[in-house]
């Protein structure tokens, strides 16, 4: 793990440092995204760059033991004034997700090529713990060493509200890793997602002038772990947190806005049919076994076709586990008969 403040330091399981942690597979993931398809990645916001306002819907398929993979998307899309119309555009199209159709309306599929929409899609294996020797001290010293960081700008700037509500978090999700019995699946995705919308969010940030972005998650077990323990979801305050630090680190007087958007507890989602273009990617990525190059159902494959192999506007990656940590790798999808 690296601690994202001070020295940008190395942080082991039972260390005592300060810092926000960024977990080991997104460093390697890190040293992937800067490569060859970084490319790609600014291209996309470099024809757009009069845009200042930008939106991240995201959706996942994650735990489940029927898929070869679990997937994360990510999809990036400009904030207009006709947005309200977009969404009945989308919903329109899109009619339900995909687990609940037989077959993708290709209509939905052109609109997504076509459209200014970039997604950013990360594979991970199966059960993917954080630390392949001892993930629960992993943790454990991820959480220390931030109520460290959050005690020390306490002491240098003040009892201010974010300081006190994050300690409180951090504490909160330490006192939950610290009891032996406790089920650690949810934290880790929460962990997982948090991380990647904050890395990606600051590398939108670094791509474009952005005067305010937000991030637009479905209604989930992350959004609503333990609630009633935090003022806000806790996944919120640690996206936030990471994403700061990761700005600071690469310019103290940044002005970006990274913004949140709260889903009602109940009833449908105001923003749900923009929802349904990441867990269209995602589910299709969580069940397509790229070793044996199947799906298991045909929907899918028009999908792969037509949305995977845009490679402008459609980037793939894996992230390996492996013995002794992780390794990650872009993942491009080719047409039948292109190079």
Same mark, same amino acid.
């Given at each position: 793990?690296?601690?994202?403040?001070?020295?940008?330091?190395?942080?082991?399981?039972?260390?005592?440092?300060?810092?926000?942690?960024?977990?080991?597979?997104?460093?390697?993931?890190?040293?992937?995204?800067?490569?060859?398809?970084?490319?790609?990645?600014?291209?996309?916001?470099?024809?757009?760059?009069?845009?200042?306002?930008?939106?991240?819907?995201?959706?996942?398929?994650?735990?489940?033991?029927?898929?070869?993979?679990?997937?994360?998307?990510?999809?990036?899309?400009?904030?207009?004034?006709?947005?309200?119309?977009?969404?009945?555009?989308?919903?329109?199209?899109?009619?339900?997700?995909?687990?609940?159709?037989?077959?993708?309306?290709?209509?939905?599929?052109?609109?997504?090529?076509?459209?200014?929409?970039?997604?950013?899609?990360?594979?991970?294996?199966?059960?993917?713990?954080?630390?392949?020797?001892?993930?629960?001290?992993?943790?454990?010293?991820?959480?220390?060493?931030?109520?460290?960081?959050?005690?020390?700008?306490?002491?240098?700037?003040?009892?201010?509200?974010?300081?006190?509500?994050?300690?409180?978090?951090?504490?909160?999700?330490?006192?939950?890793?610290?009891?032996?019995?406790?089920?650690?699946?949810?934290?880790?995705?929460?962990?997982?997602?948090?991380?990647?919308?904050?890395?990606?969010?600051?590398?939108?940030?670094?791509?474009?002038?952005?005067?305010?972005?937000?991030?637009?998650? &479905?209604? !989930?077990?992350?959004? $609503?772990?333990?609630?009633?323990?935090?003022?806000? =979801? #806790? /996944?919120?305050?640690?996206?936030? +947190?990471?994403?700061?630090?990761?700005?600071?680190?690469?310019?103290?007087?940044?002005?970006?806005?990274?913004?949140?958007?709260?889903?009602?507890?109940?009833?449908?989602?105001?923003?749900?049919?923009?929802?349904?273009?990441?867990?269209?990617?995602?589910?299709?990525?969580? &069940?397509? !076994?790229?070793?044996? $190059?199947?799906?298991?159902?045909?929907?899918?494959? =028009? #999908? /792969?076709?037509?949305?995977?192999? +845009?490679?402008?506007?459609?980037?793939?990656?894996?992230?390996?586990?492996?013995?002794?940590?992780?390794?990650?790798?872009?993942?491009?999808?080719?047409?039948?008969?292109?190079?």
């Amino acid at each position: 793990m690296k601690a994202i403040t001070e020295k940008h330091e190395m942080v082991h399981p039972g260390e005592s440092k300060s810092g926000i942690v960024m977990h080991n597979f997104l460093s390697h993931l890190d040293e992937t995204f800067n490569k060859s398809s970084h490319a790609l990645f600014l291209d996309f916001f470099n024809k757009n760059n009069d845009i200042s306002k930008w939106m991240i819907f995201s959706d996942y398929a994650l735990n489940d033991r029927s898929k070869p993979n679990d997937a994360i998307t990510f999809s990036i899309l400009p904030y207009t004034g006709n947005l309200i119309d977009l969404g009945k555009l989308v919903d329109k199209l899109s009619f339900k997700d995909i687990k609940n159709l037989k077959k993708v309306n290709a209509e939905f599929l052109h609109f997504i090529n076509e459209s200014e929409i970039i997604n950013i899609s990360i594979i991970m294996d199966k059960n993917m713990k954080l630390d392949p020797f001892n993930e629960r001290e992993a943790l454990k010293t991820c959480y220390k060493t931030a109520i460290n960081q959050v005690s020390r700008w306490i002491k240098n700037e003040g009892e201010n509200e974010n300081y006190i509500r994050l300690q409180k978090a951090y504490r909160t999700l330490l006192d939950e890793v610290s009891k032996q019995g406790s089920n650690l699946r949810n934290i880790r995705n929460i962990e997982i997602v948090s991380n990647l919308i904050a890395y990606i969010t600051f590398q939108v940030c670094k791509s474009t002038k952005i005067e305010t972005i937000g991030w637009f998650s &479905d209604r !989930d077990n992350m959004l $609503n772990h333990k609630i009633a323990k935090f003022s806000m =979801p #806790v /996944i919120f305050d640690l996206a936030n +947190n990471l994403f700061h630090n990761l700005m600071s680190s690469n310019d103290s007087n940044y002005t970006e806005k990274f913004v949140f958007g709260l889903p009602e507890e109940t009833g449908t989602v105001w923003y749900d049919s923009f929802n349904r273009i990441p867990d269209l990617i995602a589910a299709t990525l969580a &069940d397509y !076994d790229y070793k044996k $190059n199947l799906s298991s159902h045909a929907k899918f494959i =028009p #999908v /792969i076709e037509n949305i995977l192999t +845009n490679r402008k506007k459609c980037l793939v990656y894996k992230i390996h586990t492996l013995s002794d940590g992780f390794q990650a790798g872009y993942l491009p999808f080719f047409r039948q008969g292109e190079a």
